[in-house]
């Protein structure tokens, strides 16, 4: 079973932004079983490379399409992308490091983030943004 079970509950009736999510939860689930097969750390870092790089730009699409239609709370958004771009950042330096940080807890503190951050922040952009006429 998957780490990180998608379902309609995650959606924001926003076809673009539902597939980003979908994708960020596939490469989630893609770390999950690398790191569960017992990958070479070099193969763990190309996915959470992978990763990283791909919610870097999910958040410019989804800031684009917030500053595009207006969103009024778009300032408050961004800053929540803001402080876990930096937090990741911080776990992944420190990985990289060999500082005592494993592959599993920045796994673990995206995968809380990412259900978290789409349940209680993204569904409140969802239906302005269709209100907009987005779908």
């Given amino acids: 079973m998957p780490l990180f079970q998608w379902n309609q509950e995650y959606s924001v009736n926003v076809g673009q932004l539902d597939e980003q999510h979908k994708k960020l939860v596939?490469?989630?689930?893609t770390l999950d079983n690398s790191m569960?097969?017992?990958?070479?750390?070099?193969?763990?870092?190309?996915i959470l490379d992978e990763l990283l790089?791909?919610?870097?730009?999910h958040f410019?699409?989804?800031?684009?399409?917030?500053?595009?239609?207006?969103?009024?709370?778009?300032e408050n958004?961004?800053?929540?992308?803001?402080?876990?771009?930096?937090?990741?950042?911080?776990?992944?330096t420190r990985f990289d490091?060999?500082?005592?940080?494993?592959a599993k807890e920045i796994l673990d503190?995206?995968?809380?983030?990412?259900?978290?951050?789409i349940l209680f922040s993204d569904k409140?952009?969802?239906?302005?943004?269709?209100?907009?006429g987005l779908k």
């Fill in 26 to 29: 596939e490469m989630i689930n």
């Fill in 36 to 46: 569960k097969s017992g990958d070479r750390i070099e193969t763990i870092r190309v």
């Fill in 53 to 57: 790089d791909y919610t870097a730009y």
């Fill in 60 to 74: 410019e699409t989804e800031e684009r399409l917030l500053v595009q239609y207006g969103y009024p709370r778009v």
């Fill in 77 to 92: 958004h961004r800053k929540e992308h803001d402080a876990l771009s930096w937090r990741v950042l911080d776990l992944r």
């Fill in 97 to 102: 490091s060999g500082a005592g940080v494993e």
């Fill in 109 to 117: 503190f995206l995968t809380d983030w990412l259900k978290n951050h």
């Fill in 124 to 132: 409140q952009y969802g239906s302005f943004l269709n209100s907009k």
